[in-house]
């Protein structure tokens, strides 16, 4: 059998611990599936004195992660320090200097300075390994850069951050709103103390653009993303997604088109008879659709510390199976330099068909007004339904839902802005995206 | 660039043809991917005269494809020809000995001899890949094999047979008989002339007898599968299950357990609100449950000549990436010699719940009987309905619809068989498995 293959993890945060105990654990079926064996030789965090539940015994403590990538007698960084910059990121970078090949759940550092590691790590001849870093668990990544080789990819898209999708689980099968479902969230610690990065889609975004790059070979482009969160979905949004045969679900969407790359991020109504519909809670989804295989959908965990720690182990056995400097496997499907310059499309131009909910004051001519307005703007109507006259304190108002056939964004936003201006729109207007396998 | 793969493709029938379209039509995007171009040097098949579209100017043409696997200039050969036995396995066995790598997509092959060819390609330090036998395009394989490493994978089943999904889903969605939608099936492409291959689950085991050996580390077995086909679900099982929430889906499942490996293929009802159970047509769906990663879902076509092609393309470009004779994937996911016997677990001893239909004669006390019966054999019901009484020309009877709690095969198979004793059972009493995720 081959010598082990030396590894450093850099980084013992749950991820990193359920790592180090996985592999200690299952060192002989490693060594027997790996054909040789995988060896924690060094590890890097900030306090050394926590107890982990882990045993570091013979193992060489860093406690600077860019040491060890620079000095550790390793031949992989497992970078589990997370943030674009800082340690992490010099970390990497040292260790790729080095010749030392990369396995990172980092999807911020990717998403921020993806190209440029990849074309170091190409450099040298080296592996830079990520499957962790979008969608925890599932094979994603591993998918795109290998399984569809020879495929040309039109769009990808999934639900991609588990806080996101165990509020709107809730909100849907209780009843509950959503700052209710937020709190039952972070008490469960699904979401965090500050829950704004996932909530508004910003995570999402993060493992979107390392997608985009991999599925249309371009350049990852994290700053263009369009970008609306679940904080304003309310009860009456997904009693009538459900009435009207639609479930509501963050997506994350990257899509070819005539002008350019559309990469969004906002909630989706998605027919409620479609496999991904279905994905609830914390799960994760993400679907490919390709012109030769056609559509793959993959559901799994996308989060948590021992899914994460499975993909960082199928990145790091990747690397023990193969010969180091040998594989020649792109780390975003081809070579950086041959990347196309990203192109964005434009928000305004992106095209399918939209949910609007609008309160109206109820008067004779309000119908027939909005209607003109869609009209106006050669918006056809799937369906609309009006709900009945809500009596308030004020003046009675009535609930205005409709669903259109596909038509663009900018017809929308006008259409909208009309009837603002028209006065008889009560509130704010809620507009939702469909999207449709 | 190093230099061009130099393949050959035995068998040009719709995936064949497919592989070589795709491989001309794309030769630089491919080549940019893996990099180094692919290059199609020689061909086999039975016509030489045959048009099928495809270019094959330059390429050296055997009749025999013992003879181009002997004597092609060639480092990968891809098998396209099927069967268990013949010029199949000859041309396999002809191309490992002379060093050269493979790809299949043959499942028969695989099912009957898959560990002797995974060991004559270890013995060589050559790939044999396979991706395109389970599943068609979904990269079920390449998740077992690779991205889930280190797991302990406690059950795989799925969706495998796409003829039977689209016979299924026909039923339930306009009501129509088995016979109709087999007539129909057949009409489409989707079913053969003689579909007793697929209706009898046989397609499903050879697929199911190559995940269970990468699932558990153990030889393949394949005569060992527990095998019941769709053919006697009826309208009233259909109606049933969507009534008790259920769906009626052809599954192969091979589970771990302490008396053994389970594996069977037999229709099963699934709960309406999962995501398998929303897989509808001819789309394919495997599920593999591990410890570390949890539950993973793979969505996707599993059959058609693109799709299939996509996934043998995949098994090429990763042996493109790699350097010949280098890549140590073992073809099962372990060294062939270290896989364990495989150990059948008696299909009596399968634990789960399970749906039984009963045509009784409509006499007092035929309930207390049939609950004494369930009771006598330790089983206990989730729910009993009773449907209205059918007043025919013989005497009245009415059916009985009992859904168990977790049971086992044997309790079943008894309490059924003491029911049929006692008399009051009409005609056979229909008995369908349950199978959760």
């Known amino acids: 059998m081959a010598e082990a293959l030396k590894i ?3 980084g013992l945060g749950t991820v990193g611990a359920s790592l180090v ?4 654990e299952r060192q002989e079926s490693l060594a027997v599936s790996c054909g040789r064996a995988i060896e924690i030789t060094a590890v890097s965090a900030r306090n050394r004195d926590k107890d982990r539940g882990i045993d570091l015994s013979g193992v060489t403590w860093f406690d600077d992660p860019v040491d060890m990538a620079k000095n550790g007698e ?3 960084l497992v970078e589990l320090i997370g943030g674009a910059d800082g340690a992490a990121r010099e970390a990497v970078e040292a260790a790729l200097a080095r010749g030392v090949h990369v396995v990172t759940a980092n999807k911020a550092l990717l998403a921020e300075s993806g190209v440029a590691l990849a074309a170091a790590a190409e450099e040298k001849g080296l592996l830079l390994n990520f499957e962790a870093a979008v969608a925890g668990g599932i094979p994603v990544i591993k998918a795109m850069r290998e399984s569809l080789t020879g495929n040309t990819i039109s769009r990808v898209y999934g639900i991609m951050n588990g ?7 809730r909100m849907e099968k209780e009843g509950l709103s959503f700052e209710d479902c937020l709190k039952e969230a972070q008490r469960l610690g699904y979401a965090e103390a500050d829950p704004t990065f996932d909530i508004e889609g910003n995570d999402t975004a993060h493992k979107l653009a390392i ?7 371009c350049e990852i482009s994290c700053d263009d993303i369009y970008l609306e969160g679940i904080s304003n979905i309310s009860q009456e949004d997904i009693r009538a997604a459900a009435e009207l045969g639609y479930r509501i679900k963050l997506l994350g969407v990257a899509q070819r088109t005539e002008g350019g790359i559309e990469q969004r991020v906002h909630p989706t109504m998605v027919p409620h008879d479609t496999v991904i ?3 609830d809670g914390v799960t994760n989804a993400v679907a490919i659709e390709s012109d030769i295989l056609g559509d793959l959908l993959m559901v799994g965990p996308g989060a948590g510390g021992d899914a994460t720690a499975s993909a960082v182990l199928g990145d790091v056995a990747d690397i023990a199976k193969s010969r180091p400097g040998i594989q020649t496997v792109a780390a975003l499907g081809r070579p950086a330099k041959s990347l196309t310059p990203y192109k964005k499309a434009r928000m305004r131009s992106h095209e399918g068909g939209y949910f609007i909910r609008l309160r109206v004051v109820d008067r004779i001519g309000v119908i027939a007004a909005i209607a003109r307005r869609m009209a106006d703007n050669q918006i056809s109507l799937e369906s609309i339904v009006q709900h009945s006259a809500n009596g308030g304190g004020e003046a009675p108002t009535k609930t205005i839902i409709m669903v259109t056939h596909a038509t663009t964004e900018l017809s929308v936003r006008n259409a909208v802005s009309a009837m603002e201006s028209d006065g008889y729109i009560v509130g704010k207007p809620q507009v939702i995206r469909i999207e449709k396998p």
């Open 277 to 279: 519909a279905q994905v």
């Open 74 to 76: 390793i031949e992989v």
């Open 211 to 217: 997608m985009t790059a991999l599925a249309f070979g």
């Open 163 to 169: 806080t996101c999708n165990y509020i709107l689980t």
């Open 21 to 24: 105990r996985i592999i200690h």
């Open 8 to 10: 450093g993890v850099a």
